[in-house]
C-alpha cells in the first residue's frame, strides 16, 4: 500500500519507520531539499532522529506532486503554523479516496481552530469524511526504535478509524479507535502547555507535589474547555488526555518540557526559544488555547499563566505565587 508522510520531523520520521518496518511503500516529503536528498541516498533523516537507519522502502522527496501522486494513506505531521499552507498546495495532488490521518497537535493561532478543522476547510467534502486523527503518548525515538506504544486514532465516522488502526498497528505499536475527534485532538494539543508549566515548576525546583497539582489541574482545564467544544469529558481519561499528559510533563524526551525546565532556571524565554532546533507546539498553542478560552468564556488559569510567561513576559516566580493566591473554591467547578 503506498503511504506519503508530509513533514520530515521527528515524528513524521517515526512514522515512516513504522509503515516501512510493515513493508509499506513511503514517501517522507520534507520541506527542505537537500534534507530531502539525504533521506533518499543516505537512508537517515539529518536533522531528526539521524541515529536510526530508514527501512528501504522509505523515500525522501521535496515535491509534493511526487509524494502524494496515488497515495491510499497520507499521514500528516506537519507544524500547526504551516498546516493550512502546506495543504492548501497540497490538496490538488490527493488521491480522492485517499485514508489522511493528522497527527500534529496544536491549535491554529488567530483563528483558535484544531488542526482538523483547519484541514476540513481545505479538503474536498469526500475527503473530509475520511480524515482521521492521531494522538497519545508516544515519544518519536521510543516508536522509531520500536518501544511498545499505544495510542489512540479518531473519526467521526468510526470505520475509517478502524482502518487507520488497522494500517498503523504493529507489533509494537497499538491503536485503539474512537470517534470523539475534538477531545482527542484538543487532548494532544493542550497537554503541551501544561507540561511547559509543569516544566517551569520542575526547573524552579518547587518539588513534586506542585508537579502532581499542576497535571491534575491541568486535566480538568482541558476538560472543561472540551466539553465546551462538544467533547467526550471521558476522552480526556484515556490515551490522547491523561495518557499523553502524564507523558509529556514527565518525560525527558519532552521539548515542551524542557523549554519550561529552562525558563524555570532562570534563562529567559527569547534565548530558550532561540535555542530550539525543534519545534515545541506548546509556546504557540498556549496563545491560541489562552484565546480560544477567553472567547468562549472558559476559565484555565494555568493555561493563562502559562501565556502571560511566554508571550507578555510575565516574571515566572510571580505568575506561580497568582495561581496560588486564586480565590479558594470546589474542586469540581
Not at 469524511?129 to 516508536?143: C, D, I
Not at 475527534?181 to 518539588?207: H, Q, S, T, W
Not at 466539553?227 to 509529556?248: I, Q, R, Y
Request: with cysteine; hydrophobic share 40%.
Amino acid at each position: 500500500m503506498p503511504c506519503a508522510v508530509l513533514g520530515a520531523g521527528s515524528f513524521g520520521t517515526c512514522l515512516a519507520v513504522l509503515l516501512g518496518s510493515k513493508g509499506y511503500q513511503v514517501d517522507l516529503w520534507a520541506r527542505d531539499a537537500k534534507q530531502a536528498e539525504a533521506i533518499q541516498t543516505r537512508q537517515r533523516n539529518p536533522r531528526y532522529l539521524s541515529s536510526i537507519r530508514l527501512p528501504e522502502s522509505v523515500r525522501g522527496t521535496s515535491s509534493l506532486e511526487s509524494a502524494l501522486r496515488d497515495k491510499e494513506i497520507v499521514i500528516s505531521v506537519i507544524p500547526s503554523h504551516s498546516v493550512r499552507d502546506v495543504w492548501c498546495n497540497a490538496i490538488r495532488y490527493v488521491h480522492p479516496e485517499a485514508l489522511i490521518v493528522s497527527a500534529t497537535k496544536g491549535i491554529e493561532v488567530g483563528s483558535g481552530k484544531l488542526v482538523s478543522q483547519v484541514m476540513t476547510e481545505t479538503l474536498p467534502k469526500p475527503l473530509r469524511e475520511r480524515l482521521v486523527v492521531l494522538s497519545g503518548p508516544s515519544f518519536a525515538r521510543e516508536v522509531a526504535e520500536h518501544q511498545p506504544t499505544s495510542v489512540c486514532v479518531a473519526c467521526e465516522t468510526e470505520s475509517y478509524a478502524i482502518a487507520a488502526q488497522t494500517i498503523l498497528s504493529s507489533d509494537t505499536f497499538r491503536c485503539y479507535s474512537n470517534t470523539d475527534v475534538v477531545g482527542v485532538e484538543l487532548g494532544g494539543a493542550m497537554k503541551n502547555i501544561i507540561a511547559i508549566a509543569v516544566g517551569c515548576c520542575d526547573g524552579m525546583e518547587l518539588g513534586l507535589n506542585t508537579r502532581a497539582a499542576l497535571i491534575t489541574r491541568g486535566l480538568a482545564e482541558m476538560r472543561r474547555l472540551g466539553e465546551k467544544l462538544g467533547a467526550n469529558p471521558v476522552t480526556f481519561l484515556g490515551l490522547s488526555g491523561v495518557g499523553d499528559l502524564v507523558l509529556t510533563c514527565t518525560g525527558d524526551l519532552s521539548r515542551n518540557r524542557w523549554v519550561g525546565l529552562e525558563i524555570g532556571r532562570g534563562r529567559s524565554v527569547q534565548d530558550v526559544l532561540g535555542s530550539l532546533q525543534q519545534v515545541a507546539e506548546g509556546v504557540l498553542t498556549a496563545q491560541s488555547a489562552h484565546q480560544l478560552a477567553l472567547s468562549l468564556g472558559v476559565e484555565m488559569p494555568i493555561t493563562r499563566a502559562t501565556y502571560e510567561v511566554l508571550h507578555e513576559g510575565k516574571d515566572v516566580r510571580r505568575a506561580f505565587r497568582e495561581l496560588m493566591a486564586r480565590q479558594l473554591r470546589s474542586e469540581l467547578e
